[in-house]
């Protein structure tokens, strides 16, 4: 991996940690459809002009349902269901619980794809429960009401993200680029009849408020999808898998610094169980990022 890479990876990686804070920002003033509509709307507008100006085609009609499967299973119902956690749980918590992913993308799989589990992948599975485990009976003494839907809401978003890895493995789909522009637009619409009938505001949202939506909806994704795009371009999808590693590294750091969240034993210990997990479900290793010395290049 080159130093131009390593860049990408780690900004792309802080930009996704970031996302659960922008959603513990925004979400007790919006709510968590009208603030997921806004995410994915901002996005997809993003997205839209940078298309134009890249001259990419969308292809709706020859591609428009599987934007629909990608933007329900990839986007509107995991946003939505971190959203919700985030009325009650830390941004640290919420990005340890999106590391599960893999674990589930690899249980749907066997499932689905009748793929077959290795022991070592079993033991990872086994590992990654272990670690939820021990972070939501820790969390669960101190969480108040509702704590325990928040937490099997957030394992439920991650449960989604691994439909929708696994589902793109066998979808005839459109190219990359395609693939984050369309589902944002499928997410859209998908998430428009809620955000229409969600709960008057308040009052007009504060300014911070209204930062972390634009940021939610352009940085946190719409430029990350570009970089990680670029990130498999250059490097394949294994090494830029990284992200997922990182991605509770920056999520912890941002919730101490930003929002004075406090990171107790648990969350540590069951944090890198996780991860240590996940790392044995995929197969990674610190090999498949740096295969050997490579001479840098931007």
Not at 52 to 78: C, E
Not at 281 to 286: A, C, L, N, Q, Y
Request: hydrophobic share 60%; glycine share 10%.
């Amino acid at each position: 991996m080159n130093t131009a890479s390593l860049v990408r990876l780690l900004l792309l990686s802080a930009i996704w940690g970031a996302s659960f804070l922008f959603m513990r920002i925004g979400v007790p003033f919006l709510g968590p459809s009208l603030l997921i509509f806004a995410r994915v709307g901002f996005a997809a507008v993003f997205l839209l002009l940078v298309g134009a100006y890249l001259r990419k085609r969308l292809q709706v009609r020859q591609h428009w349902r599987h934007y629909l499967v990608l933007g329900l299973f990839n986007s509107a119902l995991p946003f939505v269901l971190f959203a919700y956690a985030a009325q009650t749980l830390s941004a640290s918590l919420l990005s340890v619980l999106n590391a599960t992913a893999p674990i589930w993308a690899a249980a749907i799989g066997a499932v689905w794809l009748r793929t077959r589990l290795t022991p070592k992948a079993l033991f990872g599975m086994g590992l990654g429960v272990l670690g939820v485990a021990l972070l939501a009976g820790v969390e669960a003494l101190t969480l108040p009401q509702g704590g325990a839907l928040a937490i099997a809401a957030g394992l439920g978003a991650a449960f989604s993200y691994g439909i929708a890895t696994t589902y793109t493995k066998t979808a005839k789909s459109a190219e990359p680029f395609a693939n984050a522009h369309g589902s944002m637009w499928a997410a859209t619409l998908l998430l428009a009849p809620f955000a229409l009938h969600a709960p008057a505001l308040p009052g007009v949202p504060p300014l911070h408020v209204m930062l972390s939506v634009v940021a939610l909806g352009v940085v946190c994704s719409g430029v990350a999808y570009l970089l990680y795009f670029r990130l498999i371009a250059d490097l394949g999808a294994a090494p830029a898998l990284t992200v997922t590693f990182l991605i509770p590294v920056f999520g912890i750091l941002w919730g101490v610094i930003f929002l004075g969240e406090h990171v107790g034993w648990h969350t540590l210990v069951g944090g890198l169980t996780v991860l240590w997990g996940t790392a044995l479900v995929t197969g990674f290793s610190i090999t498949t990022v740096f295969p050997g010395r490579k001479p840098d290049a931007a």
